[in-house]
């Protein structure tokens, strides 16, 4: 297999450091997959063109090194799970995965140094932790490194070379791109180049068959029983939506697979490819192109000088950041979807505005506000830690993406949403019963 040559380019080079003769090694890093995988598809073909050997190597992080990503356990059983299928999909193809549990800073250069590595291939991501310490080994390494957007299906440097202020103006650019970008994947047979063999015991909890359900049966069952139903996707009560995010999230589906199988299949699904598509490409630019995604700053100006001129307004509740946690607010709504994120480890889509712009209206200041929504975020969504995370707090909590609205208390002119309006658009009682066991009183 090699790349036909007339597919359009993906990668950029993280540093001016030539190839040289050896091994083409590709990090796995965002993406956790074997097919379908754009990085892994680059570093592979350079292998073959230059007849060097090839392996995938992934790097397991005890932590995420940030006090504010405090990833659970949950959360790795889950990405443990996932990762069985890759090292199934690998050993199918043949191709070397070798999973090192440890900090890539220091396991990546003595890995290049003893395997005579000629160039590293990683993926992209636009979060501040990995996407500085990618930046930092390459500036470091002898070797070339170049990172391939394999999550965008339009690679975010091409999609847009600014911050973008919203789905309207990334949308036209997306949607120019499409035909050029959204095209099958070459499929990997079988291994074509000499594997890259090094000295390496296999962890063991790699070595049991994997219990999650796969992505690609996750997708079926999603376009064969739930997407004709989409339209109802406001309605929490209802299994109307894709539940891929976490999916995605983790890498082990490409927005791109789902695209391409919802192109093999008739029913209308404009609103869903909207959302997989304009809305999750428009966070991986919100986040790749403003430092200060998960902060105040990172604010419009128009939303920073409205939640400055309402930082005093008067609270009618406050709740600290356990009393949130343990959803133990006076608002059922707020707690029971509170509850379902702690359980389950998703919160509905429309459930998780309404949960923001609580917290905003619930605690001492904005800035407070996002760092508690993030935190609880990314601590307990199977799919936090994520660009889609980032935004939609600041979305909710700071207007990104999203126009000035008529003014009021705290909110200013951010857009605001009330328990009242939740009762309008559904069975609230139902939700509320589902996660709290609480029966609705006003
Ligand atoms: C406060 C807040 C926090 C959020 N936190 C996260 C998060 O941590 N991780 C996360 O992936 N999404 C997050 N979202 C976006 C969205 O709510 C979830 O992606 C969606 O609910 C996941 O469910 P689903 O896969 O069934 O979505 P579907 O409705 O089936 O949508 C399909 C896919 O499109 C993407 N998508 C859907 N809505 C959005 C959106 N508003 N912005 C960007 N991409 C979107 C997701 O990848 C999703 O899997 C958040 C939104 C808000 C308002």
Excluded at 334 to 350: D, S
Excluded at 377 to 388: A, F, I, K, Q, S
């Amino acid at each position: 297999m090699i790349l036909p040559m007339n597919l359009p380019l993906r990668y950029r080079a993280l540093n001016a450091q030539p190839s040289r003769p050896g091994a083409i090694l590709y990090w796995m890093n965002r993406e956790m997959r074997i097919h379908d995988n754009w990085a892994l598809l680059e570093a592979y073909s350079r292998a073959r063109e230059s007849k060097q050997s090839f392996a995938v190597v992934f790097f397991l992080m005890p932590s995420f090194g940030t006090a504010k990503n405090l990833a659970n356990d949950r959360m790795y059983e889950w990405m443990k799970q996932g990762l069985k299928h890759v090292e199934e999909d690998a050993q199918k193809l043949g191709i070397p995965f070798y999973v090192f549990e440890g900090e890539p800073t220091k396991l990546l250069p003595a890995f290049i140094e003893t395997y005579d590595i000629g160039q590293v291939i990683v993926d992209f991501t636009p979060l501040r932790f990995m996407r500085s310490m990618k930046q930092s080994l390459a500036d470091m390494l002898p070797i070339s490194v170049l990172e391939v957007d394999a999550h965008n299906i339009i690679p975010w440097f091409i999609a847009s070379d600014k911050q973008e202020w919203g789905a309207y103006t990334i949308r036209p650019k997306i949607h120019q791109l499409l035909p050029t970008y959204l095209h099958p994947y070459p499929v990997l047979l079988a291994l074509e180049v000499k594997p890259l063999i090094v000295d390496y015991t296999k962890p063991s909890w790699l070595t049991s068959p994997s219990t999650l359900t796969r992505a690609t049966d996750a997708m079926i069952d999603f376009l064969t029983h739930r997407l004709s139903r989409y339209e109802e996707r406001n309605n929490p009560n209802l299994d109307a939506t894709s539940r891929l995010s976490a999916y995605f999230h983790f890498g082990f589906l490409s927005t791109q697979t789902v695209a391409l199988a919802v192109q093999e299949i008739n029913i209308p699904a404009e609103s869903f490819l909207e959302e997989m598509i304009v809305r999750k490409e428009l966070a991986d630019n919100y986040c790749a192109y403003n430092p200060d995604y998960d902060t105040f700053d990172g604010f419009p100006d128009w939303a920073k000088k409205t939640l400055h001129l309402h930082r005093h307004d008067v609270r009618e509740y406050v709740y600290d950041k356990a009393t949130l946690e343990q959803g133990k607010t006076h608002d059922e709504a707020w707690n029971a979807a509170q509850l379902q994120m702690v359980t389950t480890g998703y919160m509905h889509g429309y459930m998780r505005m309404y949960w923001a712009k609580k917290i905003l209206e619930w605690t001492p200041s904005p800035e407070e506000a996002l760092a508690i929504a993030n935190e609880l975020n990314d601590t307990y969504e199977l799919d936090g830690r994520d660009p889609n995370g980032y935004t939609g707090t600041a979305w909710a909590i700071g207007g990104v993406h999203d126009r000035p609205w008529q003014e009021r208390p705290i909110f200013g002119m951010i857009r605001y949403m009330n328990f009242q309006g939740l009762k309008r658009k559904f069975d609230l009682g139902q939700y509320i019963r589902t996660w709290t066991g609480v029966q609705i009183v006003k």
